[in-house]
């Protein structure tokens, strides 16, 4: 059976990237170009992401000619905004609010924002849409050779991308073969650049390396440290076993060599 057909209500969580992005062609493909009417294409803007990002996900729906649903976390009820290409916000504003409403910074323990700015937010969507939903629902981006990630699913159907066998590899000959592609550099089937810009979970050498390739990405994430509102200390920052983005920002400047650079970054449910 053809693992990308879709028989049943089914949510595409589209997270902005070249994974996602060919999963998302390769259901259009088993299903004549034409979305299923089962079917929901969804993207929940975090207000952080790189502006490269959000002109994909726009490219994708103008070049395949299906309607992606794009979503923000609102401190209110019901929780959830629909918005656009042009009204999405760019200055992590949904992002900010959850910060304010839970009084303290997400964590790789607490990764708060993952689950609230995206996973709740688009869940909320669909049931004021009348759907019944719950995660089983949900197709995401994941590829073959994420088996660690791949392994945390229990329900395999939700990740075509694995049973289909398709790799990094594929993803990048899919790409560099259509008239569009997310532009952002694609190192060895890595976008370091993709989702939240300077994400905590990215390892510490890449965020400095994104710092000091543009140093005004770290604004921010430092004011959101500078915030402290937690009270404790754990909590007013991002990630308490390295240096402040504000600090980070400084080493960058000076070029000061401070992490290792194998280390790898933290996979969540925002990763492509």
């Not at 008239?179 to 694609?186: Q, S």
Request: hydrophobic share 40%; aromatic share 10%.
């Amino acid at each position: 059976m053809n693992p990308f057909l879709i028989t049943e209500p089914t949510c595409i969580s589209f997270s902005g990237g070249r994974t996602s992005g060919y999963m998302l062609w390769r259901i259009l493909q088993a299903h004549q170009m034409s979305l299923p009417e089962e079917a929901i294409v969804c993207f929940a803007n975090t207000g952080k992401e790189d502006e490269a990002t959000l002109k994909f996900v726009q490219a994708c729906s103008d070049n395949w000619n299906v309607e992606i649903h794009w979503l923000e976390y609102r401190d209110a009820d019901p929780a959830f905004v629909r918005v656009d290409f042009e009204t999405a916000s760019r200055n992590g504003e949904p992002f900010e609010a959850l910060i304010r409403k839970r009084q303290y910074l997400p964590n790789p323990v607490t990764r708060f924002c993952t689950s609230e700015l995206k996973i709740r937010t688009i869940h909320k969507y669909l049931k004021s849409m009348g759907w019944e939903h719950n995660e089983t629902m949900d197709w995401v981006g994941m590829r073959a050779d994420e088996q660690r990630r791949a392994a945390k699913i229990a329900d395999k159907s939700r990740i075509p991308l694995v049973t289909a066998g398709v790799t990094k590899e594929t993803v990048g000959d899919f790409w560099r073969n259509q008239t569009f592609d997310l532009e952002l550099p694609n190192m060895n089937g890595v976008t370091m650049h993709g989702n939240c810009d300077l994400c905590f979970l990215k390892g510490g050498a890449q965020v400095l390396s994104l710092i000091a390739e543009k140093p005004e990405r770290a604004v921010w994430w430092a004011k959101m440290e500078a915030l402290a509102l937690a009270s404790k200390p754990s909590g007013a920052v991002f990630r308490s076993d390295r240096p402040s983005y504000a600090s980070m920002t400084k080493f960058a400047a000076e070029q000061i060599d401070m992490f290792d650079k194998n280390e790898e970054s933290i996979a969540c449910f925002c990763v492509d």
